[in-house]
């Protein structure tokens, strides 16, 4: 299995306060995702990381930020934590960009209260 | 937007059944790759379809990728209990070059 690894895997946080996941990966792969799972919505791409200090936005970017000082890291950060940012959280990584087996991290489940 | 369309979203079967599970798109996709993700698990990777029309046997599920690139479809003979999970289809050749992701089909086989 890829070495990828998510941490915290649970939290329950505050409106307003902010937040930062940390995906940590051993496999030297070039590409990194931040998703969320929603019931009804499937996988939807927040930010993606193509090399240290590469980053774009997904499809559902806003209320998110991510930075990659490392390969081997990739954070995302809630800037102030909302309700609607409640979910599922997965990071994965690639050795290529699409078209190549994404290997995920265990998730995470954040609650916003 | 590149959107991949799965149907049925819900499927619930007794063991033994078959079954089909659809993944359409109006877009071309250089890949399309099936995941499966039991309950409170992250995806894994089942297979990556690569070549138009191609056809892909894993054991008692098989995999076809449309001749237009555009759509595929997995089949599941037998249904057994352990097939129980969410099944996600992933296009590659995202605006963002990233993969696209249905939003699945949940399966439930019952004993």
């Known amino acids: 299995d890829a070495g990828i690894t998510q941490s915290p895997r649970h939290k329950v946080t505050e409106t307003g306060t902010p937040v930062t996941l940390r995906c940590h990966q051993t496999e030297n792969h070039r590409y990194m995702y931040w998703y969320r799972q929603d019931p009804g919505h499937g996988l939807r791409l927040i930010h993606y990381s193509y090399g240290v200090k590469d980053t774009d936005k997904g499809e559902v970017s806003d209320g998110y930020s991510v930075s990659r000082s490392k390969t081997e890291d990739f954070l995302l950060t809630l800037e102030s934590a909302t309700s609607s940012q409640t979910s599922v959280y997965f990071c994965?990584?690639?050795?290529?960009?699409?078209?190549?087996?994404?290997?995920f991290g265990q998730g995470t489940r954040l609650t916003v209260v | 937007t590149q959107l991949l369309e799965q149907s049925p979203q819900f499927l619930s079967i007794q063991e033994g059944e078959n079954l089909t599970v659809y993944c359409n798109s109006s877009s071309v996709f250089s890949s399309l790759q099936w995941y499966r993700q039991e309950p409170g698990e992250s995806p894994v990777l089942l297979v990556t379809?690569?070549?138009?029309?191609e056809v892909k046997k894993l054991k008692r599920l098989t995999f076809q990728f449309g001749d237009a690139r555009k759509d595929s479809s997995l089949h599941i003979t037998a249904a057994q209990p352990g097939d129980t999970g969410l099944y996600l289809c992933?296009?590659?050749?995202?605006?963002?070059?990233?993969?696209?992701f249905g939003k699945g089909t949940k399966l439930s086989v019952k004993p």
């Open positions: 994965a990584t690639e050795t290529n960009q699409g078209g190549t087996e994404a290997f």
């Open positions: 379809v690569v070549t138009g029309g």
């Open positions: 992933a296009g590659a050749g995202g605006s963002q070059g990233n993969l696209i």
